[in-house]
């Protein structure tokens, strides 16, 4: 099946940026997706990139995509203690029904 | 905009007993809606995909008659685990979709099994 691959952990300090990487293997990808999950919650929508996009910016965020190497980052500025939480990589194919393959996602740590 | 609930948050029950998980797209029409299901400092896994008014869509290996999957509006899932065990006790959480672009999670219920 398709992988989704993500680094397990990230420690960074209160007010740098933080850079969590993902890579996919599906070349027919259409969109990919980040989201944040917070302990004992569901996952939150933090921004999402279609697959003919290089970069998109949103606040704090921003999302760059490099499609020949399968390569999707996210890049968190001025990155606070409330950002502390598990981010999730997700992959939504061609033809996948809607269908989302999900790293295993990235614990970033913020610390003071 | 873009809220999804779920109902319960969590729930205890006695093995073999039967428990009913309800999702809903509160602000908007959920076409298709996910079940995934997550274990500890895991990713989630999809259990389920279901569409309004049609059968939903198992994943291989997950049992359709242990996991019972209503799909009736399109704002309203439900999944129904029947005659719960141990091995059952999990965090359940549901998605929503409208568009085929994004998919809205809801809050998760926390289910343990006795």
């Known amino acids: 099946g398709e992988d989704v691959e993500q680094s397990l952990f990230l420690s960074v300090r209160e007010g740098d940026s933080s850079v969590i990487n993902c890579t996919y293997t599906d070349s027919s990808s259409t969109y990919l997706y980040w989201y944040k999950q917070e302990p004992g919650a569901g996952l939150q929508l933090l921004t999402y990139i279609f697959s003919n996009m290089d970069m998109k910016q949103d606040q704090r965020l921003t999302v760059l995509l490099n499609k020949k190497d399968k390569h999707l980052s996210l890049r968190i500025a001025d990155t606070q203690t409330g950002d502390s939480a598990i981010y999730f990589c997700?992959?939504?194919?061609?033809?996948?029904?809607?269908?989302?393959?999900f790293g295993a996602g990235t614990q970033v740590v913020v610390t003071p | 905009g873009a809220v999804v609930s779920q109902h319960p948050s969590w729930v205890i029950c006695k093995s073999g007993t039967s428990v009913k998980i309800e999702c809903r797209s509160l602000?908007?029409?959920?076409?298709?809606m996910f079940w995934y299901r997550q274990f500890p400092k895991q990713s989630l896994m999809l259990m389920a995909t279901?569409?309004?008014?049609?059968?939903?869509?198992?994943e291989q290996g997950v049992e359709k008659d242990k996991f019972l999957i209503n799909h009736a509006s399109l704002t309203l899932s439900t999944l129904t685990v029947t005659s719960a065990h141990p091995e059952d006790s999990s965090f359940y959480i549901c998605?929503?979709?409208?568009?085929?672009?994004?998919?809205?999670f809801g809050p998760g219920t926390r289910l343990l099994v006795l």
């Open positions: 602000d908007f029409q959920a076409t298709t």
């Open positions: 279901s569409n309004e008014g049609s059968k939903a869509t198992y």
């Open positions: 998605s929503a979709s409208g568009d085929q672009e994004t998919q809205y």
């Open positions: 997700a992959e939504k194919g061609a033809d996948s029904w809607g269908k989302l393959q």
